[in-house]
């Protein structure tokens, strides 16, 4: 999208004062480790062949001999490590082999941002990390995993923009309706009649250097044909599954007031600072009024305000992920020249990773470190943004308990562990625990 490139910077660890290059076969033995110890509860599905393969050495500009990170790969499976010691050591991780040979965008977009960020650290050898940013210091919630939340692995392209055409010119979806559509179609909601879209007028960019001011029609009342949308549109579908995706897109878009664009003018989108027309969408849809959009930084730019901590920001990512509610994640470089709007929709406890659906076809998904550089003389500053709290309005209580009721059978000196899972809202209350006789008579609480 225009006005917003993404910026995935790496996350360092602060153990050390001086830097230490990492070579090839140190980062072979870290990017097997990850695999074999930890591959079941770190991927979606564990990988048959933890016999990994070097793709890639990334080579730094600014240091002669040394890498800024390595690409390893098995026949189900790849893992990015760093080249530096003092970045976080799995940078990261997918469960396909990734061919390097035809890297998604979106990826590749993150892999120069990591470049970047590993060649200030090989710039500056005495560098000390500040903890507070490391992920190593940064707490997690619990030491759990969720996700990936969304089935759908949509795209911007046929039959997504079918409902696209403005005048003579086929414009992309935009990133932030194919964002805002995936999540929407995680709910399938709204059920019933849509309000009416109103009218706007945009910039239509229509070539790399070609625009004109165009005014885009209301939109009539609709319900969304769920039934007919499909996880993937990779293979074949009909014209009613066709029809069913394109309406959605096109609805969300027109309700982010969205400034469309042609492939070759640089796609669809809204301004940096526009994002919260992405929030403005899901609630005018009907979705719950606590649907929020956050802003971390005021600025892309080093002298905006730090409005959230790393703790702060990855405390409530954490959060949405634990209720299992998918977000619309946006970010833009220091140059506020360009981002895209994606969707977090994981988060894996033990590596302190998160899952991220582009929205290019599944293209790239994977579980990448999210957390930025914090120095306090020099910002590699990433003006991230989200959307959270995104639900169908609450209609009853707020809170989902699973089991709801735990049946144990032990004598009294013998110790038993049950879990049960707590769900939804913040609440304040209490939780009573209640033992019963055989009888079912009270016993203690």
Avoid at 7 to 23: E, G, N, Q, R
Avoid at 131 to 157: F, I
Avoid at 302 to 330: H, I, K, N
Wanted: a negative charge.
């Amino acid at each position: 999208m225009r006005k917003l490139l993404f910026l995935l910077t790496v996350a360092v660890a602060a153990f050390s004062m001086s830097a230490a290059p990492v070579d090839p076969s140190t980062a072979a033995k870290q990017a097997s480790n990850f695999l074999s110890q930890g591959s079941r509860a770190l991927m979606m599905r564990a990988p048959s062949n933890t016999n990994l393969e070097l793709k890639k050495s990334e080579m730094s500009s600014v240091k002669s001999g040394q890498a800024v990170y390595y690409i390893y790969t098995s026949k189900d499976a790849y893992v990015i490590v760093a080249g530096d010691d003092r970045a976080e050591t799995i940078l990261a991780y997918g469960d396909y082999c990734l061919d390097i040979n035809n890297i998604p965008l979106g990826l590749q977009d993150m892999l120069n941002q990591f470049k970047d960020a590993i060649e200030f650290l090989q710039l500056n050898p005495g560098l000390k990390v500040d903890p507070a940013v490391s992920p190593k210091n940064t707490p997690s919630l619990r030491a759990e995993s969720v996700g990936p939340l969304l089935s759908a692995n949509w795209d911007q392209e046929a039959p997504y923009w079918n409902q696209c055409k403005f005048g003579s010119y086929q414009c992309l979806t935009g990133c932030p309706a194919t964002s805002a559509a995936m999540v929407f179609y995680y709910w399938k909601f709204p059920t019933d009649p849509t309000p009416v879209v109103p009218a706007y007028d945009c910039t239509l960019y229509t070539s790399y250097w070609g625009s004109e001011n165009y005014h885009v029609d209301a939109l009539p009342s609709v319900t969304f044909d769920w039934d007919n949308m499909k996880d993937s549109y990779s293979g074949s579908y009909t014209t009613a599954e066709g029809n069913a995706v394109a309406t959605l897109m096109r609805y969300i878009g027109q309700a982010e007031r969205m400034a469309y664009g042609t492939s070759s003018a640089g796609g669809s989108g809204v301004d940096a600072d526009s994002v919260c027309n992405i929030c403005d969408a899901f609630l005018f849809f009907g979705y719950d009024p606590e649907t929020t959009h956050y802003v971390k930084k005021t600025s892309a730019y080093s002298g905006g305000t730090t409005l959230y901590s790393d703790a702060e920001w990855a405390a409530m990512l954490q959060e949405e992920m634990f209720a299992e509610r998918p977000v619309v994640f946006c970010a833009v470089d220091d140059s506020g020249n360009g981002g895209h709007a994606f969707n977090v929709d994981g988060y894996n406890g033990s590596t302190n990773k998160y899952h991220i659906n582009f929205g290019w076809s599944g293209d790239g998904n994977n579980w990448l470190a999210l957390n930025a550089f914090g120095y306090s003389y020099y910002n590699f500053s990433v003006y991230q943004q989200m959307v959270v709290g995104i639900q169908p309005p609450l209609q009853g209580p707020g809170i989902q308990v699973s089991p709801t009721k735990l049946n144990m059978e032990a004598f009294v000196e013998e110790s038993k562990t049950a879990t049960f899972t707590v769900k939804g809202q913040e609440i304040t209350g209490n939780i009573t625990l209640t033992l019963n006789d055989p009888s079912g008579y009270f016993a203690i609480d």
